[in-house]
């Protein structure tokens, strides 16, 4: 049976294209989109209206929590790579992170779909993008998409999902490259560049963090800096914490020249070997984060300079450390921070990669651009000896 759409209508959403319906066991789905607009908004809002509920559900509504719960958990990992270091709201403190229950995977292997063709525009409360292009089959279980934008948040970006839920436990595979996309609500902010590829495995949220490995890849592009709005700080310590760093920050409008950050991940654990750089109009910075995705902890450390020059007076050159330790919903600020107690765990998670030394800090601090010393390190000591890194024209432009 085949349907052809030329006038599907719901809301914001106005698709053409075909879908062919087979009988089988299990069912089989085309779906060819030919254009238009898809718009999440309504599934989005009513999963949000129905998390807010505090009420036992009874078993007739199972179904839909299990697809609310798999949603959620698709949105989550497609959208991986544009959260991190986004300018979204901060998350309610005290709060898991990732959930212990299990996810609906079995429903992957109720139905095989092919789905191909091109949108217009998707439209959602995270992200709208333009010019999408697209193929996916889930095929017994396992699930392949592939997509792209070439414009997606003023940028452009490409993403590879598969799922192999008939295996035990279920594995997954992120790899995503994009450029120049703007922050998610829309304020006026930097652009942001990135590489994501990762894999893991199991059957709920805390278990595929728990055995996350990969690479993460940022760079952060020109623009004003809202450094109240940052992804793993709520809004009062992101604050306290950049006023700490950059004395007089709230008085006058701060602009990003630039930033850089990789990230190691391994068996659930993270970390930074290189640090994470950034450069403001009025400072250097320098930090380091490690991350333990199954205990949902963090660490980070941070330093800044005041960046001298034509028109920066020598009394407004400072120099300040501060350091962040607890639940990655709410960390706090630890006192009288001392020390490099990442470095260790920098040596065992890399494999005897270089990692930053104080002496190495202090210079990269008082380089004319820090975003470009991380940049040059990263390209001597990491592209040659990791191939996941060199495989990715952004991270190791020279690689063969």
Not at 21 to 40: C, E, K, M, N, Q
Not at 95 to 116: C, G, H, M, Q, R
Not at 220 to 244: C, K, M, R, W
């Amino acid at each position: 049976m085949q349907a052809d759409i030329t006038t599907l209508q719901w809301g914001e959403s106005d698709l053409a294209g075909s879908v062919t319906y087979h009988r089988t066991t299990p069912p089989s789905v085309a779906i060819d989109l030919h254009g238009g607009t898809l718009s999440l908004l309504p599934w989005e809002n009513a999963y949000l209206k129905d998390a807010r509920k505090t009420t036992q559900e009874d078993p007739a509504t199972t179904l839909r929590s299990a697809a609310r719960a798999s949603a959620d958990w698709v949105g989550h990992l497609l959208l991986t790579p544009l959260r991190l270091l986004s300018d979204e709201d901060d998350a309610a403190p005290g709060k898991k992170l990732f959930s212990s229950e299990p996810l609906p995977l079995d429903d992957l292997k109720a139905v095989n779909l092919t789905l191909s063709g091109e949108l217009g525009s998707l439209l959602s409360t995270a992200v709208t993008a333009n010019n999408l292009k697209f193929n996916g089959t889930l095929r017994d279980g396992q699930l392949a998409l592939t997509g792209s934008s070439g414009d997606m948040n003023g940028g452009d970006g490409q993403i590879e999902l598969s799922v192999d839920a008939d295996t035990a436990p279920p594995v997954f595979k992120l790899r995503s490259t994009f450029k120049n996309v703007r922050g998610l609500t829309g304020r006026d902010t930097y652009p942001r560049s990135g590489f994501v590829s990762v894999d893991s495995r199991g059957q709920s949220e805390a278990e595929i963090a728990a055995n996350v490995a990969g690479l993460v890849y940022l760079e952060l592009g020109a623009g004003p800096f809202d450094y109240a709005n940052s992804t793993l700080l709520t809004a009062n310590i992101a604050t306290t914490v950049f006023q700490t760093l950059i004395p007089g920050i709230d008085r006058t409008q701060s602009q990003l020249e630039c930033g850089i950050t990789l990230g190691l991940l391994q068996d659930g654990k993270g970390l930074t070997p290189y640090g994470f750089a950034a450069r403001t109009n009025q400072a250097n910075l320098l930090g380091h984060l490690k991350v333990d995705l199954r205990k949902e902890t963090m660490e980070m450390s941070l330093d800044s300079r005041g960046r001298q020059g034509v028109g920066i007076s020598v009394g407004s050159i400072f120099s300040n450390t501060i350091q962040i330790k607890g639940p990655l919903t709410n960390p706090g600020i630890v006192p009288d921070a001392t020390g490099l107690a990442w470095r260790g765990w920098a040596a065992f998670m890399t494999g005897g990669l270089s990692v930053l030394g104080e002496s190495l800090i202090k210079r990269v601090l008082a380089s004319e651009n820090p975003c470009t010393s991380i940049r040059e390190l990263i390209t001597r000591d990491l592209c040659p000896k990791n191939t996941l890194a060199a495989s990715s024209p952004m991270v190791c432009p020279q690689a063969p």
